[in-house]
């Protein structure tokens, strides 16, 4: 009877033993499992860490740090402002920017002879034809003398092409017989002349009349003033 008591109590024991034991074990491994998720895992290759964050934040640029530039500052209004109502007018009919208007010297020639009627062998502003015009000009503005007739200016030019004209060029025509009429070329296919219709004005080379007409252009030589 001793004996079988003794078994039971030590039955008993172990069997506390190992329930115990069991409950152990099972919250070793539960507290294994959350420090596994604690541990570095590797998915293809990539290493991943719980406590790495990736923060994607673009560094702030300043408008200075992008545009850099060792020009000034250009304030076009400024610009435009400063430009007086003769450019205003010429870059209207020459159909250019008020900027590119820059010979101002030869403007207010044009304007101080504008509308001045045609008068054949004329050369004073009760009357003037088409070469002595030319002339007049080229003599004020660019200080160069030519010859009196529309023909002998175009024979002392050199020849140009239309694409080729620069402002101060002639320009001549085929009005009559031969080269019967010249004018000052001043940009943008337009120019200057004494027409026998309007006077001095200012036509496109464009035009239909004058298009038809147009003979060629020529730069004068750098002639002193006689």
Not at 110 to 127: L, V
């Amino acid at each position: 009877m001793k004996h079988l008591i003794f078994v039971s109590v030590a039955l008993g024991f172990f069997s506390g033993t190992s329930i115990s034991a069991q409950k152990r074990v099972g919250s070793l491994r539960a507290k294994d499992a959350v420090a596994d998720n604690k541990q570095v895992k590797f998915i293809e290759g990539i290493e991943i860490r719980p406590e790495t964050t990736i923060a994607a934040q673009s560094p702030v640029v300043t408008r200075s740090q992008v545009i850099k530039t060792d020009f000034p500052a250009i304030n076009e209004g400024s610009v435009i402002e400063q430009c007086t109502s003769l450019q205003f007018k010429y870059a209207q009919l020459l159909n250019i920017e008020v900027e590119a208007v820059t010979n101002v010297e030869l403007y207010r020639f044009i304007e101080q002879w504008w509308a001045t009627p045609y008068r054949y062998g004329g050369a004073t502003k009760d009357g003037i034809d088409c070469s002595a015009y030319s002339g007049t000009l080229i003599h004020d503005i660019y200080g160069i003398t030519l010859s009196r007739t529309a023909r002998s200016q175009y024979d002392e030019c050199f020849k140009l092409g239309k694409e080729d004209l620069q402002q101060g060029d002639l320009v001549f025509f085929k009005t009559r017989r031969g080269v019967s009429h010249v004018g000052v070329y001043l940009g943008n296919g337009y120019f200057t002349h004494a027409s026998t219709s309007s006077g001095v004005m200012i036509s496109s080379l464009n035009e239909d009349y004058y298009n038809k007409r147009y003979l060629g252009g020529g730069r004068v030589p750098a002639r002193a003033t006689e």
